[in-house]
T-cell receptor, first 113, second 113 residues
C-alpha cells in the first residue's frame, strides 16, 4: 500500500521563526513529489520535485527531495501570519491513464504575531 | 477567467438520498479528479478521469459514481450506499501532457441531515 507520511501534524510558531515540514513516502512507481498550501478551501500549488538534491525556491519557501532516503522537506524562513495554513505533501504515482496523486494528512501551521 | 468551479458550496443530504456535486472547468484540461477531505485525514482519491468517457476508481470509490460525458464536466454522485458522506469534497484538473500539477476548485461541504 502506498503511504505518504507528514510530520509534524501541527505546529505553532511565532512570526519570524523558521520552520521545517517533513514528508516521507513509501510508494511504488514514484514520479514526483508536490507541495500544496491550503488556507481556506482550495489547495494552491507550491512546488513539484522530481530530482534528488535540487532545491526549489520561491521567496521565503524552499523545498528539496531525497529519493534515496524517500523524503522531502519544506522550509519556510521568517514566517508571517499569512503563512498559517495546512501544508499538504503529495506523491505522483503511475503514468498515462493511471496517473494519480496520493496525499499525506497535512501539517497545520499556525504562525502567531 | 479560467478556473475550476464547484457547486454548490454547501449541500445537505437526507438519509437514503443521492446527491450530485458539480465540477466544471474551462482550462481545457484533459484529466479531472475527485478527492474527499476529512478532518485530520488529508485528501483521499475517489475517482479520476484522464479522458472523456473514461474514468478509474480511486482509493475510496465505494458509494460514489461519476460520469465524464464532456471534457469540461466531471460530476460526482454520492449515493445512499455511502454511509458516511459528511466531508469536504474537492475537484481538481491537470494540464494536458503534464498530469503532475493539479489545480483545485473551492470545494463542496456535504453534510447529512
Amino acid at each position: 500500500e502506498d503511504k505518504v507520511v507528514q510530520s509534524p501534524l501541527s505546529l505553532v510558531v511565532h512570526e519570524g521563526d523558521t520552520v521545517t515540514l517533513n514528508c516521507s513516502y513509501e510508494v511504488t512507481n514514484f514520479r514526483s513529489l508536490l507541495w500544496y498550501k491550503q488556507e481556506k478551501k482550495a489547495p494552491t500549488f507550491l512546488f513539484m520535485l522530481t530530482s534528488s538534491g535540487i532545491e526549489k525556491k520561491s521567496g521565503r519557501l524552499s523545498s528539496i527531495l531525497d529519493k534515496k532516503e524517500l523524503f522531502s522537506i519544506l522550509n519556510i524562513t521568517a514566517t508571517q501570519t499569512g503563512d498559517s495554513a495546512v501544508y499538504l505533501c503529495a506523491v505522483g504515482l503511475g503514468g498515462g491513464s493511471n496517473y494519480k496523486l496520493t496525499f499525506g494528512k497535512g501539517t497545520l501551521l499556525t504562525v502567531n504575531p | 477567467d479560467g478556473g475550476i468551479t464547484q457547486s454548490p458550496k454547501y449541500l445537505f443530504r437526507k438519509e437514503g438520498q443521492n446527491v450530485t456535486l458539480s465540477c466544471e472547468q474551462n482550462l481545457n484540461h484533459d484529466a479531472m479528479y475527485w478527492y474527499r477531505q476529512d478532518p485530520g485525514q488529508g485528501l483521499r482519491l475517489i475517482y479520476y478521469s484522464q479522458i472523456v468517457n473514461d474514468f478509474q476508481k480511486g482509493d475510496i470509490a465505494e458509494g460514489y459514481s461519476v460520469s465524464r460525458e464532456k471534457k469540461e464536466s466531471f460530476p460526482l454522485t454520492v449515493t445512499s450506499a455511502q454511509k458516511n458522506p459528511t466531508a469536504f469534497y474537492l475537484c481538481a484538473s491537470s494540464i494536458p501532457g503534464s498530469n503532475e500539477k493539479l489545480f483545485f476548485g473551492s470545494g463542496t461541504q456535504l453534510s447529512v441531515l
